[in-house]
């Protein structure tokens, strides 16, 4: 509730800056249906639906409300494997928006992410390894990273991957490419093993 109070606030401020608003050329958004829709995504997120939290911390975070309650219910959400709640808490952590600032964390929530195929999340990991940001610095685990970032549809993987060859070894690029062709998510293996598994009536011991 204080946070909709602020947000009044902070909206009716504004309107009364002389020349801020043009009311013929910028959209009219009534605060009131803004807390509205908060109010409706938290009673389904209340309920615990996945979805439903990581559009509320979409909401927090975006309208700049309250980092720390993005960072809340996008946890809530990663509790049920929402991918994209797994890369927002990998952004806000490498940022420290919301949360203290933590390269270790950031490349851990990225890192679940990347396991169900989010090339974002695989682009972070690259910047990580290449920078050497909480680890070492590996060229090889770079070009690895961007390229399955370019596989999976982010369009400045390969940009980024051919960027590194200019400083790499034969030996590197061949043991980055070798790597990439064999990574799966493990995501995908699990689900696999999953599904080899022999059904059985008996319960397990």
Not at 48 to 64: F, K, N
Not at 144 to 157: I, K, Q, V
């Amino acid at each position: 509730m204080m946070t909709i109070v602020r947000l009044i606030a902070m909206v009716t401020a504004v309107s009364l800056l002389p020349g801020c608003i043009d009311p013929p050329k910028a959209p009219y958004v009534d605060v009131h249906d803004l807390a509205g829709t908060i109010e409706q995504s938290r009673a389904k997120a209340e309920q615990g639906d996945a979805e439903a939290q990581y559009h509320l911390g979409m909401q927090y975070e975006r309208m700049g409300l309250d980092y720390r309650e993005a960072v809340r219910w996008y946890r809530m959400a990663a509790m049920q494997r929402h991918v994209e709640a797994f890369y927002r808490l990998c952004v806000l952590s490498d940022i420290g928006r919301g949360m203290l600032q933590d390269y270790q964390e950031a490349l851990r929530w990225c890192r679940l992410a990347a396991d169900y195929g989010h090339a974002r999340a695989m682009m972070t990991i690259g910047v990580h390894y290449e920078k050497g940001r909480s680890l070492t610095k590996d060229l090889v685990q770079a070009h690895l990273w961007y390229n399955l970032a370019a596989a999976y549809g982010e369009r400045d993987g390969a940009k980024w991957r051919d960027r590194l060859v200019l400083d790499m070894t034969r030996d590197q690029i061949a043991q980055a490419q070798f790597l990439a062709r064999n990574w799966r998510p493990k995501a995908q293996v699990h689900n696999q093993e999953e599904q080899a598994k022999p059904l059985s009536s008996e319960p397990e011991p």
